[in-house]
Nanobody
Framework: VQLQASGGGSVQAGGSLRLSCAAS????????IGWFRQAPGKEREGVSH????????YYADSVKGRFTISSDNAKNTVYLQMNTLKPEDTAVYYC???????????????????WGKGTLVTVSS
């Protein structure tokens, strides 16, 4: 099982980035995929999650209306489109997988089954 996150970079406030999480070794339909982020000195937090089996999505209040999570099951990849980025979005972003169909608002980084390496997003003002 492997998750590979990519797409991070440096942008100015108001800009956009699209993160990708490519999964291998399992089918997205059997898992929930979560995007988490961790800023320096802060706890890792959930950003947006997607349940592969039925497409249910969740967004943290801080990103609602700006971020969109989606999946391409044929490519076994989950995307996080991030628009109107703010300096406070600066963090290392991780994707993670949890088996089954969990209740997305309750997904916690401590309960995920698999993790990918992070990708750094830097938003300058």
């Amino acid at each position: 099982v492997q998750l590979q996150a990519s797409g991070g970079g440096s942008v100015q406030a108001g800009g956009s980035l699209r993160l990708s999480c490519a999964a291998s070794g399992f089918s997205l339909g059997d898992y929930a995929i979560g995007w988490f982020r961790q800023a320096p000195g802060k706890e890792r937090e959930g950003v947006s999650h997607l349940r592969g089996g039925d497409g249910t999505t969740y967004y943290a209040d801080s990103v609602k209306g700006r971020f969109t999570i989606s999946s391409d099951n044929a490519k076994n990849t989950v995307y996080l489109q991030m628009n109107t980025l703010k300096p406070e979005d600066t963090a290392v972003y991780y994707c993670a997988a949890k088996r089954g169909s969990p209740y997305l608002p309750a997904l916690h980084y401590g309960g995920m089954d698999y993790w990918g390496k992070g990708t750094l997003v830097t938003v300058s003002s």
